[in-house]
């Protein structure tokens, strides 16, 4: 089956999820902020804090993964704003960390880099998704493959 970013983006052949640079980039975040709570005895037993934290940074990945499986870029483009806003809770948890003096702010400085990377790749792909759909004229249905 064709995603919604085979119409999008002008491709020629059907995306896999692990084509998308959003993707790679929320997996390495997860699996950094993860190692990142593993690696801190201190935050580890602080059960509420890590699960929240690790909750935050798995749910940016799992929102790509939801709305690009939805096949539909309006819903797809929706999926976008929560993982865009899972990865702001997790960077403000990651702060919070270096607050409580769970680590340093020098131990976030390649996590919050990823994250850096990984908020205005996920706006750009949620404005072409958006202008699909608006230049579809399928107003709120959004474009399905």
Excluded at 26 to 32: D, H, I, P, Q, V
Excluded at 53 to 62: F, I, K, R, W, Y
Aim: proline share 3%.
């Amino acid at each position: 089956m064709a995603s919604p970013l085979l119409f999008v983006c002008g491709v020629s052949r059907p995306l896999r999820i692990e084509d998308l640079v959003v993707w790679k980039l929320a997996c390495e975040f997860e699996a950094g902020v993860i190692a990142l709570l593993r690696a801190s005895p201190t935050a580890s037993r602080d059960f509420r804090f890590s699960s929240q934290l690790g909750d935050a940074a798995s749910s940016v990945a799992a929102n790509v993964a939801e709305g690009f499986y939805r096949y539909n870029a309006g819903e797809f483009a929706q999926f976008l704003r929560y993982a865009r806003a899972s990865l702001a809770e997790s960077e403000k948890r990651l702060e919070t960390g270096v607050r409580l003096g769970y680590w340093r702010q020098t131990d976030l400085t390649t996590w919050l880099a990823i994250a850096n990377r990984l908020g205005p790749a996920m706006r750009g792909l949620h404005n072409s998704l958006i202008e699909r759909r608006r230049k579809s004229g399928k107003g709120g249905k959004g474009v399905s493959r």
